[in-house]
T-cell receptor, first 113, second 110 residues
Framework: DAGVIQSPRHEVTEMGQEVTLRCKPISGHDYLFWYRQTMMRGLELLIYFNNNVPIDDSGMPEDRFSAKMPNASFSTLKIQPSEPRDSAVYFC???????????FGDGTRLSIL | GNSVTQMEGPVTLSEEAFLTINCTYTATGYPSLFWYVQYPGEGLQLLLKATKADDKGSNKGFEATYRKETTSFHLEKGSVQVSDSAVYFCALSHWPGLIFGTGTRLQVFP
């Protein structure tokens, strides 16, 4: 079975550029989560979707961050404009029900120069 | 509010040593508890879970028991291997997602 698929695995770009991270959840999973992992703050939940609808984006750090889920098999997290402090590993996770274990992708390591 | 506290790392052990990684939690209600493992360059993988008090989760030689009286979910393994070197995260369910501890790095040397 294919797991959660994220792309790209690594992204290096200059500050001010737009960054788009992509995620394909496991088929049949109704919940999709975006997390950010840094040494200082650990794992933080940014936003989650249920049946493609954003439910809670209170973890999104600033208006520069936005996320969409146009269909059940695809989600994007966009940062525009990017800043060096956005450098982190961004994980996407999915689950078939909110209280069930989440399945994580391998993450996107983002470096903003 | 709900939170998870893990022991500081790194934990450094020799192969075949006994492992304990402490995890305590604060929660309202009766959350499910999880241990996730993260190998270098990879995402988090579910290692084991327990959904109610006194449940024991186990997988790949790892065990953890949901202790409501001590609000703990300590991870144990009787004999670690070099391949167990990774970061381990304790987590609790908090609708709709998970609250993670800060992670504990385990380093096992031959």
């Amino acid at each position: 079975d294919a797991g959660v698929i994220q792309s790209p695995r690594h992204e290096v770009t200059e500050m001010g550029q737009e960054v788009t991270l992509r995620c394909k959840p496991i088929s049949g999973h109704d919940y999709l989560f975006w997390y950010r992992q840094t040494m200082m703050r650990g794992l933080e939940l940014l936003i989650y979707f249920n049946n493609n609808v954003p439910i809670d984006d209170s973890g999104m750090p600033e208006d520069r961050f936005s996320a969409k889920m146009p269909n059940a098999s695809f989600s994007t997290l966009k940062i525009q404009p990017s800043e060096p402090r956005d450098s982190a590993v961004y994980f996407c996770a999915s689950s078939w029900e909110g209280t069930q274990p989440q399945h994580f992708g391998d993450g996107t390591r983002l470096s903003i120069l | 509010g709900n939170s998870v506290t893990q022991m500081e790392g790194p934990v450094t052990l020799s192969e075949e040593a006994f492992l304990t990684i402490n995890c305590t939690y604060t929660a309202t209600g009766y959350p499910s508890l999880f241990w996730y493992v993260q190998y270098p360059g990879e995402g988090l993988q579910l290692l084991l879970k327990a959904t109610k008090a006194d449940d024991k989760g186990s997988n790949k030689g790892f065990e953890a028991t949901y202790r409501k009286e001590t609000t703990s979910f300590h991870l144990e393994k009787g004999s670690v291997q070099v391949s167990d070197s990774a970061v381990y995260f304790c987590a609790l369910s908090h609708w709709p997602g998970l609250i993670f501890g800060t992670g504990t790095r385990l380093q096992v040397f031959p």
